[in-house]
C-alpha cells in the first residue's frame, strides 16, 4: 500500500522535477546556440541568460589558451571582471579537492578550498567535479551569494574542465 508523501518530500520532488525540466530547456537551448554556429566572438544580450553565460566561459578558455594560466587568473580576480551579477569564477581541481583561483565577486575564496554545499545542503562542488576534461561542459544548480543582494540566491552555472582548471559563469535566478 502507498502512504502519500509528506510535505518536505513533496516539496523536493516537485523541486527535482523542476531542476529536471530546467535541465532539459537549456540542454535544447545549448544544441540550438551550436546548431547556429554559436562560436562567434558576438556577445548574445545578457537577457538570454543560458546563452550569455556560456559565451562567458568560452571568452574565459579563448584568454586562457591565448594568455596563459596567470594572465587569465589575474584578469577575472580582477574587480574589473565583475559586472553586475555577472562574472566568471574559475577552480582548480588538485586530486579530488578544489580550489577557488578566480572569483571576482567572493575574492576572499581565493587561495581557499572548502565543502561546496549550498544552504539546501546540495554538494554542488560534487557536481563541479564531475564535469568531464575536454567536453562541452554542463550545467548545476545551486544556491550562492547573489554579488549586488549580499544573500543567497538560485545560480545556474555553466562549468567546462580544462585539465585540473574548471572554468564557471552563470545567472541568478529571478535577478538579472
Not at 79 to 103: H, I, K, M, Q, T
Request: proline residues 4%; hydrophobic residues 45%.
Amino acid at each position: 500500500m502507498l502512504r502519500p508523501m509528506s510535505g518536505a518530500r513533496t516539496a523536493a520532488a516537485a523541486l527535482v522535477l523542476a531542476a529536471v525540466g530546467f535541465a532539459v530547456a537549456v540542454a535544447a537551448l545549448v544544441v540550438g546556440i551550436v546548431a547556429l554556429g554559436g562560436g562567434s566572438n558576438d556577445a548574445p544580450s545578457k537577457t538570454n541568460a543560458p546563452a550569455y553565460a556560456i559565451w562567458l566561459v568560452e571568452e574565459a578558455l579563448d584568454r586562457y589558451e591565448r594568455d596563459g594560466t596567470e594572465a587569465m587568473l589575474e584578469f577575472y580576480n580582477a574587480p574589473e571582471a565583475l559586472d553586475g551579477a555577472w562574472y566568471v569564477f574559475v577552480l582548480e581541481d588538485r586530486d579530488g579537492v578544489l580550489y577557488s583561483v578566480a572569483n571576482a565577486n567572493r575574492p576572499e575564496l581565493v587561495g581557499t578550498t572548502r565543502e561546496r554545499i549550498d544552504a539546501s545542503g546540495y554538494d554542488y562542488g560534487a557536481a563541479f567535479a564531475r564535469t568531464v576534461d575536454g567536453g562541452a561542459g554542463q550545467w548545476v544548480s545551486y544556491l550562492f551569494t547573489h554579488p549586488v543582494t549580499r544573500e543567497d540566491a538560485p545560480k545556474h552555472a555553466w562549468v567546462v574542465r580544462r585539465g585540473n582548471l574548471l572554468f564557471g559563469a552563470g545567472w541568478y535566478e529571478g535577478i538579472r
